[in-house]
């Protein structure tokens, strides 16, 4: 069936990847934060109950590692029991509905890299074992995709400097929100990577946007532990390129 013809929910549409996919499905419902908290599940029954929702694409989530260390009641209520509510409502409303969960690939443990849909994950912090709990939600349905991506918002990068020692094969919010189109229009289904085809660190990363922002090594940090290499490959999908502007 045409996604046209489908009844789709964003949660967090306000967020730097949420936005990017409203743009991309204009008939979606775009509820924010107060319209639809995801920590309220009676909230949720609510507004599925007025609107029988086919796909939902659930990228709400408290996403600093930092605010997760520090406010790890919120991330846990958030991250964890937010995804399990509307998990949860759509199997009691729509249980052949389909459910979008977008992971990230800090839940690996950063020495590596490259790693598949297959490989063991081992968060290093407490966003990214609040997004790993938020995937075991999501395995509860049997129509799902877990999409494993790194990107950032195209903007000038919020920081003066950036890592030249940490990896990724990152994206831009708009490429993994044009990804996500293309694996909804196939007839994939559980663990999906959509990743650039280029590893680089976050300094060359931040230099596309912003030229003139200075190098940083972890040596320089101090704060909670950070997934070095988030570079992913996929054995199952393809890969992109990130858009130069
Ligand atoms: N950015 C990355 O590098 C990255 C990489 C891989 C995966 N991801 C995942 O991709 C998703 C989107 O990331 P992002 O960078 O676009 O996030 P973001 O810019 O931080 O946006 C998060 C969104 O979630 C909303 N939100 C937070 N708590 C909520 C609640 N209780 N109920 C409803 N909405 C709530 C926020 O609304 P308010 O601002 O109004 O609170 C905001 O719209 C997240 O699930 C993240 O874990 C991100």
Same mark, same amino acid.
């Given at each position: 069936?045409?996604?046209?013809d489908l009844k789709?929910?964003?949660?967090? #549409? #306000?967020?730097?990847l949420? #936005?990017?996919l409203k743009?991309k !499905?204009h008939h979606a419902?775009?509820?924010?934060? &107060?319209?639809l908290?995801v920590?309220?599940?009676?909230?949720?029954?609510? !507004?599925?109950?007025k609107?029988?929702?086919?796909?939902v694409?659930?990228?709400?989530?408290?996403?600093s590692v @930092?605010?997760?260390?520090?406010?790890?009641e919120?991330?846990w209520?958030?991250n964890v029991?937010?995804?399990k509510n509307? +998990?949860?409502?759509?199997?009691?409303?729509?249980?052949d509905?389909k !459910? +979008?969960?977008?992971s990230t690939a800090?839940?690996?443990d950063g &020495?590596?890299?490259?790693?598949?849909?297959s490989?063991?994950?081992?968060?290093e912090n407490f966003?990214a074992l609040s997004?790993l709990?938020?995937e075991?939600?999501?395995?509860?349905? #049997? &129509?799902?995709?877990i999409? @494993?991506?790194?990107?950032t918002?195209r903007k000038k990068?919020?920081?003066?400097?950036?890592f030249?020692? @940490?990896f990724?094969?990152y994206?831009f919010?708009?490429d993994v929100a044009?990804g996500i189109v293309?694996?909804?229009n196939?007839?994939? &289904?559980g663990?999906v990577?959509?990743?650039g085809?280029?590893?680089?660190?976050?300094?060359e *990363?931040?230099?596309?946007?912003?030229?003139?922002v200075?190098?940083?090594?972890?040596?320089?940090y101090s704060g909670p532990? *950070?997934?070095i290499?988030?570079?992913?490959?996929s054995?199952?999908?393809?890969?992109?390129?990130?858009?130069?502007n």
């Open positions: 069936m045409d996604l046209e789709i929910l964003i949660t967090g #549409s #306000s967020g730097a949420g #936005s990017e743009k !499905f419902l775009t509820p924010n934060h &107060n319209e908290d920590t309220d599940k009676e909230k949720i029954m609510d !507004f599925f109950k609107e029988k929702i086919d796909i694409i659930h990228t709400a989530a408290i996403t @930092r605010k997760c260390e520090e406010e790890k919120l991330t209520k958030t029991d937010g995804t509307v +998990v949860d409502v759509l199997l009691q409303t729509n249980p509905g !459910f +979008v969960y977008v800090c839940i690996f &020495n590596a890299g490259m790693y598949k849909e490989s063991i994950p081992y968060p966003y997004k709990l938020g075991q939600e999501v395995k509860k349905l #049997s &129509n799902y995709l999409i @494993r991506t790194n990107f918002a990068w919020p920081f003066p400097k950036a030249s020692d @940490r990724g094969t994206l919010a708009e044009n293309d694996v909804l196939s007839d994939m &289904n663990i990577h959509i990743v085809d280029k590893k680089m660190s976050m300094l *990363l931040a230099k596309m946007t912003t030229p003139d200075k190098s940083m090594t972890i040596n320089d532990k *950070l997934t290499d988030m570079s992913l490959d054995e199952k999908w393809k890969k992109y390129k990130i858009t130069k």
